[in-house]
């Protein structure tokens, strides 16, 4: 059973299309989270989610806008792709704020925008 | 801003060749410390969170210290499969909704 899942694992795309990237727990967690890995795999936290509501929006061009239907789901979408958009993004989950809830993370999707 | 420092970028040993990996870190008040596994093409795996200077974690061949500007991970008699990157990260206090600050990490390589 996996985790935390997220679609696609590859993204190939031109630059200035539109791409959705879809992530999905079921371990019942409260708490999901979008970071950016990039090629020297310095990991950033791009937004958080507690019970679909926005409470982490780090400084991310407004191109990248998630969407957090359920609890279970947090998506992004990235309008107008720019070649600097390419890296691998990881989905995160947690069961709450709780300083002891760790941070359980999906297998990534690897972005490349030719 | 909170900011980390992992060193060294990358290491090699030889299976059994204890060592450590350091983390330093600046942050306006700590609420904890993360050591993360990344093995290639997955994500992140959690090993040890660690609150208050002067704290320490064990989890097999690991441990994990804390001090107040830095941390180390201490691997003994490292096996082949402990060859992974290791992430460390911290959250503050003034973060927020449970926001790491991660390192750029190790790169360990156990070789037989």
């Known amino acids: 059973d996996t985790a935390v899942s997220q679609t696609p694992k590859y993204l190939v795309t031109q630059m200035g299309n539109d791409k959705s990237i879809k992530c999905e727990q079921n371990l019942g967690h409260d708490t999901m989270y979008w970071y950016k890995q990039d090629s020297k795999k310095f990991l950033k936290i791009m937004f958080s989610?507690?019970?679909?509501?926005?409470?982490i929006n780090e400084t991310v061009p407004n191109r990248f806008s998630p969407k957090s239907p359920d609890k279970a789901h947090l998506n992004l979408h990235i309008n107008s792709l720019e070649l600097g958009d390419s890296a691998v993004y990881f989905c995160a989950s947690s069961q709450g704020l709780a300083l002891d809830n760790e941070q359980f993370f999906g297998p990534g999707t690897r972005l490349t925008v030719l | 801003e909170d900011q980390v420092t992992q060193s060294p970028e990358a290491l090699r040993l030889q299976e059994g060749e204890s060592s450590s990996l350091n983390c330093s870190y600046t942050v306006s008040g700590l609420r904890g410390l993360f050591w993360y596994r990344q093995d290639p093409g997955k994500g992140p795996e959690f090993l040890f969170t660690?609150?208050?200077a002067g704290e320490e974690k064990e989890k097999e061949r690991l441990k994990a210290t804390l001090t107040k500007k830095e941390s180390f991970l201490h691997i003994t008699a490292p096996k082949p499969e402990d060859s992974a990157t290791y992430l460390c990260?911290?959250?503050?206090?003034?973060?927020?909704?449970?926001?790491?600050?991660f390192g750029t990490g190790t790169q360990l390589k156990v070789e037989l």
């Open positions: 990260a911290v959250q503050g206090f003034t973060g927020g909704g449970n926001k790491l600050t």
């Open positions: 989610y507690n019970n679909k509501e926005l409470i």
């Open positions: 660690l609150y208050s």
